[in-house]
């Protein structure tokens, strides 16, 4: 079975500081995976994804995420931390069983960032 | 172009009553998901539409959950009777027919407190 795990239910930095979300995965396929973000009252949105082409993948606002199949993880990173990335940050899974039709969230990192 | 809206944003009810949420996908989009995150866990699949015909429902919890999209618009999810542990945020997503992989337009939530 697919699974997703986030190390750290939370994250301080401070603005301008680099970022480090972790994320290990799951799955007896060869995967696709994700990050979303969801900022306060507003919807999930997808950052970025890796779909078995590139294993450095870039999204928006300046992250990016490499996939390290050796390590099975697909950690988080962005250079500096903007006052504006404080949000909830979600690492998702999904494989060809499902058709890649099923997501499978980890329980999310909260990014906290400081003045 | 409007996006995944969900109605209502908060709906507090009794054991025991029903609960109706309605999720309005992005216009085109055939796919339509539904995805649950009860406090403290992660956000777990509910069940994929195809236009009006159910792909997946698997993530169901139990048969006190219906969810139907007639003529293969909008969508409604039931919870009748509602118990406790059904509280929690109540998703919904859209994609286009073959958009790539886990490329899901989500909504705001639907939050469900049952007392």
């Known amino acids: 079975a697919q699974s997703v795990t986030q190390l750290d239910s939370h994250v301080s930095v401070s603005e301008g500081t680099p970022v480090l979300l972790r994320c290990n995965y799951s799955s007896s396929y060869s995967p696709s995976l994700f990050w979303y973000v969801q900022h306060p009252n507003k919807g999930l949105q997808l950052l970025l994804k890796?779909?078995?082409?590139?294993?450095l993948v870039k999204g928006i606002n300046g992250f990016e995420a490499e996939f390290k199949k050796s390590e099975t993880s697909f950690h988080l990173t962005k250079p500096s931390a903007h006052m504006s990335d404080a949000a909830e940050y979600f690492c998702?899974?999904?494989?060809?069983?499902?058709?890649?039709?099923?997501?499978?969230f980890g329980t999310g990192t909260r990014l906290l960032v400081s003045p | 172009e409007a996006g995944v809206t969900q109605f209502p944003s908060h709906s507090v009810i009794e054991k025991g009553q029903t609960v109706t949420l309605r999720c309005d996908p992005i216009?085109?989009?055939?796919?339509l998901y539904w995805y649950r995150r009860v406090m403290g866990k992660e956000i777990k699949f509910l069940l994929h539409f195809v236009k009006e015909s159910k792909q997946d429902e698997s993530g169901m919890p139990n048969n006190r959950f219906l969810a139907e999209r007639t003529g293969g618009t909008y969508s409604t999810l039931k919870v009748q009777p509602a118990e406790l542990e059904d509280s929690g945020v109540y998703f919904c997503a859209s994609s286009l027919p073959g958009q790539g992989a886990g490329e899901l337009f989500f909504g705001e939530g639907s939050r469900l407190t049952v007392l």
């Open positions: 890796y779909t078995s082409a590139a294993t």
């Open positions: 216009s085109g989009h055939d796919n």
């Open positions: 998702v899974v999904s494989d060809r069983r499902t058709g890649f039709q099923k997501l499978v």
